[in-house]
């Protein structure tokens, strides 16, 4: 029984899992983390990989080394209500509501729109754009049995060579040192905290417990059927492919950095990359651009279609097929996105902060539960902390004006003085440690009641 891949199966799982991660917001936050933080480029860095790659790569080894069959199947170790309504939560949201929404606008936004002629009508324009990219996208997602050659074997080197031009004569040819530019905005105080929050945007987090079943899915096909040996090359392929987004976030905010030295500072990391393309490659910067952000988001959205529908299939048998469930993911993620990017981006920001300790926390009891024997009891307790505390944090990422209308603002106010680190975006923090140390002082009383029960007998 075959119980190894072989070197080249390893990179090209490596490569696909890369490509299924690696979308436009992993361009553009590390672009801007680098051109706001400046000469404390590297503390803001080590926040971001914390959250943008050693997450993502936790959640990966969670399903492997838990020998989970998926998302839903490790979350119902927390319960199982709470599986299926997280499972639908997490996949919606990095699906057709939100993520892939904005994998769809970003290319439109900072490549496409570029290259319009003057007077056109951009709302059109997106409408044209978004039906041709999902078209595409559909397309391949519609033979899931591929996409390991898809991802891993063509779009994915294509994105890097084409994304390893423009960092290499970035980075080759600064106009200035970093350490000569001043950090502005939060990265001045608490750059690792600010870090670690742009490593929230991402979504790499929640997309790592979405993409596993893709992964364990191919490891399967590929002859390998033994539980710790998929658990063991499924955390290979995280491994390096987290690594390499790694040494890619550390290049593109080096060279979002060096843009203070030849541009204004811009609003987003969009125009940090549109920005580096015009300095370095003059008119031709725009289709440069166009092409890496293109590639980055259209293999993201295949996996992000063949994950969603792959695991409807699985959670609702005789429901719907697989090609009916990516096709209506495709049309949703077709009308959202003509929404526009900036209202997908104000609507997923709450979702999404309290999405991630929900998924945080699940990972890590998942792994500890593996390893030091903590049982539902623990899990459970720590994981009702964490839900009933990211509410907190959903309601204090809501639009002020929201908060204003609903008269939120006073109780966000106080929860910022009385929960700690909640100001910082982190007030779930200390419920799930309380919730966690009430679930071990739990689990020490339940043996000692039962004996209690039995001597009374």
Request: proline share 5%.
């Amino acid at each position: 029984m075959k119980t190894k891949l072989t070197w080249g199966e390893t990179l090209s799982i490596t490569s696909m899992l890369f490509g299924l991660f690696f979308g436009a917001g992993n361009l553009i936050f590390p672009a801007y983390l680098g051109q706001e933080a400046g000469s404390n480029i590297y503390p803001a860095l080590l926040g971001f990989l914390i959250t943008g790659v050693g997450m993502p790569m936790m959640t990966v080894a969670a399903l492997g080394i838990t020998g989970s069959d998926g998302l839903l199947d490790l979350s119902q170790k927390a319960g199982r209500h709470f599986g299926y309504i997280f499972t639908c939560a997490l996949y919606l949201t990095i699906g057709p509501f939100f993520a892939s929404p904005r994998c769809v606008t970003v290319p439109f936004e900072i490549g496409a729109k570029a290259l319009l002629p003057a007077g056109c009508n951009e709302q059109l324009a997106l409408l044209l754009f978004s039906l041709a990219f999902m078209a595409a996208a559909l397309w391949f997602s519609l033979r899931p049995g591929k996409i390991l050659t898809w991802t891993g074997k063509i779009l994915t080197p294509i994105f890097l060579v084409i994304l390893g031009i423009l960092l290499f004569t970035a980075l080759t040819h600064p106009a200035a040192t970093i350490s000569s530019f001043a950090p502005t905005g939060a990265y001045q105080q608490s750059p690792v905290l600010q870090g670690l929050l742009d490593g929230y945007n991402t979504m790499d987090t929640l997309a790592g417990l979405a993409f596993g079943i893709i992964v364990v899915d191919v490891i399967r096909k590929l002859g390998i059927e033994a539980p710790g040996a998929i658990a063991k090359n499924t955390v290979k392929a995280g491994i390096f492919s987290c690594a390499l987004m790694g040494v890619i976030y550390i290049l593109v905010a080096m060279a979002g950095a060096g843009s203070r030295g030849y541009g204004e500072p811009s609003a987003n990391g969009g125009a940090v990359l549109a920005t580096i393309s015009a300095h370095y490659f003059s008119d031709g910067g725009a289709a440069l651009l166009a092409f890496i952000v293109l590639f980055a988001c259209l293999k993201t959205v295949i996996g992000l279609i063949t994950s969603c529908s792959e695991a409807f299939v699985k959670m609702f048998p005789g429901k719907a097929t697989y090609n009916q469930l990516a096709i209506g993911f495709a049309l949703i993620t077709f009308l959202i996105a003509n929404v526009g990017l900036s209202a997908i981006i104000q609507f997923s920001i709450p979702v999404l902060m309290m999405l991630y300790p929900i998924a945080i926390m699940l990972t890590l009891t998942s792994l500890a539960g593996h390893f030091f024997g903590c049982d539902r009891l623990v899990t459970r307790s720590a994981m009702t902390a964490v839900i009933l505390s990211s509410v907190f944090d959903f309601i204090k990422a809501l639009p002020p004006t929201w908060l204003s209308v609903t008269h939120l603002d006073g109780f966000v106010a106080w929860l910022a003085t009385v929960l700690p680190f909640f100001a910082q975006g982190f007030g779930w923090i200390c419920p799930a440690i309380l919730g966690l140390l009430l679930g071990f002082a739990l689990k020490l009383l339940r043996p000692k009641q039962l004996s209690a029960g039995k001597l009374e007998e």
